[in-house]
Each structure stands twice: as C-alpha cells, then as structure tokens.
C-alpha cells in the first residue's frame, strides 16, 4: 500500500502516533518528530495535543476503506458515508444495511 495512504487512514482514526522512521509529508493534526525529539526515541508522526477528536464520518469512511482493501464482501454500515469503488450501499442488504461488494 502506499505509506502516505496508510497514514491518512491511521490519522482519520484518531491515532495518538503513527511510528515512521522518514517524514512522508505533511500530516494535518501530527507533528514528525524524529528520534532525538520523540518520546522513548521513536520517530513518527505524533498527533498534536489541540487536535479535535476524529470525527465519526472520518473513521467509518477509513474502516471502510480497509475492508474495502482486504476484499470484504459486506461491511456493516447504517448509513451511506460516501462512494466506496466496487461496492454499493443499501439500506436493506440480505445482511442488513452496509456495503455490498459487486459480485
């Protein structure tokens, strides 16, 4: 997967640090510390302590994004948060509402 990726997913869920031994760019929210800065000498991106909580539309859209990368058939989802590639959303699936993969 491409890092930058993974580390937009990990920060869109709120995580308090993303350990990386290289900045990749820069990272709403996340400070990179490199080791000699970062605490117990890990270099990563740190989330900023005035940093607002991750919005819930944020962290369904990355879980769906990771389902999506594993190849999950249905994800568990009550509403529609937006076009996810090779799977459509209902309300009312055989397995309840969520995204469906195309067969």
Same mark, same amino acid.
């Given at each position: 997967?491409?890092?930058?990726?993974?580390?937009?997913?990990?920060?869109?869920?709120?995580?308090?640090?993303?350990?990386?031994?290289?900045?990749?760019?820069?990272?709403?929210?996340?400070?990179?510390?490199?080791?000699?800065? !970062?605490? #117990?000498?890990? $270099?990563?991106?740190?989330?900023?302590?005035?940093?607002?909580? /991750?919005? *819930?539309?944020?962290?369904? %859209?990355?879980?769906?994004?990771? !389902?999506? #990368?594993?190849? $999950?058939?249905?994800?568990?989802?009550?509403?529609?948060?937006? /076009?996810? *590639?090779?799977?459509?959303? %209902?309300?009312?699936?055989?397995?309840?509402?969520?995204?469906?993969?195309?067969?």
């Amino acid at each position: 997967q491409d890092p930058l990726r993974v580390l937009r997913l990990a920060a869109a869920e709120g995580a308090p640090s993303i350990v990386c031994d290289r900045p990749l760019g820069t990272l709403p929210h996340y400070d990179y510390l490199r080791p000699e800065a !970062a605490p #117990d000498g890990v $270099a990563g991106y740190y989330r900023r302590h005035d940093a607002p909580p /991750p919005s *819930p539309l944020d962290v369904s %859209r990355a879980i769906l994004q990771r !389902a999506s #990368d594993a190849g $999950a058939p249905f994800v568990t989802c009550a509403e529609f948060v937006g /076009p996810v *590639p090779h799977y459509d959303w %209902r309300p009312d699936g055989p397995d309840g509402a969520g995204y469906y993969r195309h067969a």
